[in-house]
């Protein structure tokens, strides 16, 4: 783009002197807006180059972070899973445990019941 710039300048200094006797002045004068205005780009240029530079290094810098927690959010759902699991197989364990408790419970009674009879034939001899 500088380069493109500067050929235009050149360029247009060129036509001028090829174009007729001009003075050194006049020249300078004719030229003076443009190269004004070719500085001003360049300045322009410059600063858009910087904030692209800082654009990119803060794109660099989410991206780490991004994928810093994809790799997090993977633990998680892992450590989830493995949660699931063992609720699952508590939950299990729970509804067996308590068949076992219901049929020691039903056992305990007639246990009970059969302790009571002893317990009445005992007093009636």
């Known amino acids: 783009m500088k380069k493109i710039v500067k050929l235009s300048v050149v360029g247009l200094a060129t036509v ?4 007729g006797c ?11 807006p443009v ?15 910087s904030e692209l530079s800082a654009l990119k290094q803060q794109v660099g810098s989410n991206t780490e972070r991004i994928n810093q927690l994809e790799n997090e959010l993977n633990e998680i759902k ?3 899973a493995t949660i699931e699991r063992k609720s699952d197989q508590a939950l299990a364990n729970s509804s ?10 039903a056992k305990l009674k007639r246990l009970h019941i059969n302790v ?6 005992g007093l009636r001899k």
């Open 96 to 105: 067996q445990n308590s068949e076992e408790i219901k049929k020691i419970e």
């Open 78 to 80: 892992g450590k989830l």
């Open 116 to 121: 009571d009879r002893v317990f009445q034939k």
């Open 16 to 19: 001028g002197l090829l174009s």
């Open 35 to 49: 190269k004004s205005k070719v500085s001003q780009l360049e300045e322009k240029v410059n600063s858009i180059e």
């Open 22 to 32: 001009a003075t050194k002045k006049y020249v300078q004068e004719q030229i003076a």
